[in-house]
């Protein structure tokens, strides 16, 4: 009986570890970036002993905050071109070296400060500036880039310690903030990420907007007016109040877009998804994206009419999502609802370049 229990015992041990060990190194390796705020934590305590650890704490605690926001919006923005950032040392003296892309990873090139407050904030400003349409922001204005870059990096920083976001509102958003179109546009992207379509609507579109445009023949004045009505249309879609009719189609030069929210319990029970697919397919046919809209709980019915009219409309599924989004009651007092978005491009739209 000795001998059994021992055997056991050492066995289920074994098992035990070898399987965790596993389990963590699949989990690792599917979620690098988690690995990376791992050896952060381990290289915070080991500079206390070592200080060339510091060097290891700074750059992986960068690369761990920054690599797992851009996991998190890559899920919902397509055809990003960097898939990770690496941070590379350059000593005090050097004179300042540009960051470059090199087979989808961003190299930021960074010169140690000793507040890593600081360091954080640069590293993500500079992320941000490159990161996020490379294509578009040539043809935009300087107000319209400054307050994208601006609000994207704002929302990398917010769900960090309050020091962090203190240091990026007086090192970057206090200055820029002074000028009128920059919190103008500031604002009225806060109120579009508030009912979820900045990065899946506003930011995609921009993107595809890029690829169109890019090293061709373009109008920029034509570019700069249609990112403000595009800024303005979603700006007033985000004020809508439950059950609301609005503009529901954005019929730009670049961008041709349709939204449709997909909900009312009226038309689910009584019309059924027959309803919906006739509006989809009463789309002009010039149309490039349509972005379905409702509640978690019909998510089965928003994939039923996607599937119905996916091959007469000519569409392809990017992607789907389930997300928190903040709506407007009937007296305009904001709620928070289980949303759903799926996502689906013409498989006729042409791009330049890709």
């Known amino acids: 009986m000795d001998f059994n229990f021992n055997f056991n015992f050492n066995f289920s041990f074994w098992t035990v570890t070898t399987v965790t060990l596993l389990g963590l190194f699949i989990y690792y390796m599917k979620n690098p970036e988690k690995f990376e705020k791992l050896i952060a934590l381990i290289s915070k305590y080991l500079k206390i002993i ?19 926001y851009l996991k998190k919006v890559s899920k919902k923005v397509k055809h990003i071109d960097i898939r990770k950032i690496n941070i590379k040392w350059i000593r005090p003296e050097d004179q300042e070296i540009k960051d470059y892309i090199e087979n989808g990873e961003l190299i930021i090139r960074l010169k140690k400060g000793e507040n890593q407050n600081e360091n954080i904030v640069i590293a993500s400003m500079a992320f941000i500036s490159c990161a996020f349409l490379k294509k578009a922001k040539s043809y935009v204005s300087k107000s319209q880039r400054e307050s994208i870059d601006l609000y994207a990096c704002y929302d990398l920083l917010k769900e960090e310690k309050s020091e962090i976001l203190d240091q990026f509102v007086q090192d970057f958003m206090k200055e820029k903030m002074d000028d009128i179109k920059i919190a103008e546009y500031f604002e009225k992207y806060h109120e579009v990420d508030k009912v979820g379509l900045f990065y899946p609507v506003f930011i995609q579109e921009l993107t595809f907007l890029g690829e169109k445009v890019f090293a061709i023949k373009r109008d920029s004045q034509k570019i700069y007016e249609e990112v403000t009505s595009l800024t303005n249309y979603l700006f007033k879609y985000s004020q809508r109040k439950l059950n609301e009719e609005t503009i529901s189609d954005f019929n730009g030069h670049y961008c041709k877009f349709a939204l449709r929210i997909i909900g009312k319990k009226f038309k689910i029970d009584n019309l059924g998804k027959k309803t919906y697919t006739n509006n989809l397919e009463r789309l002009p046919k010039d149309f490039e994206t349509v972005y379905l809209i409702g509640s978690t709980g019909n998510k089965e019915f928003i994939g039923e009419v996607f599937n119905t009219c996916a091959n007469r409309c000519n569409l392809l599924k990017m992607t789907d999502e389930h997300y928190k989004a903040k709506i407007k009651d009937r007296n305009g ?12 491009r013409s498989n006729k739209v042409v791009v330049y370049h890709q």
């Open 50 to 68: 070592f200080k060339k650890f510091d060097y290891s704490y700074i750059k992986f605690d960068l690369q761990g905050k920054i690599n797992d």
């Open 333 to 344: 007092n904001e709620f928070e609802v289980d949303a759903y978005m799926l996502i689906a």
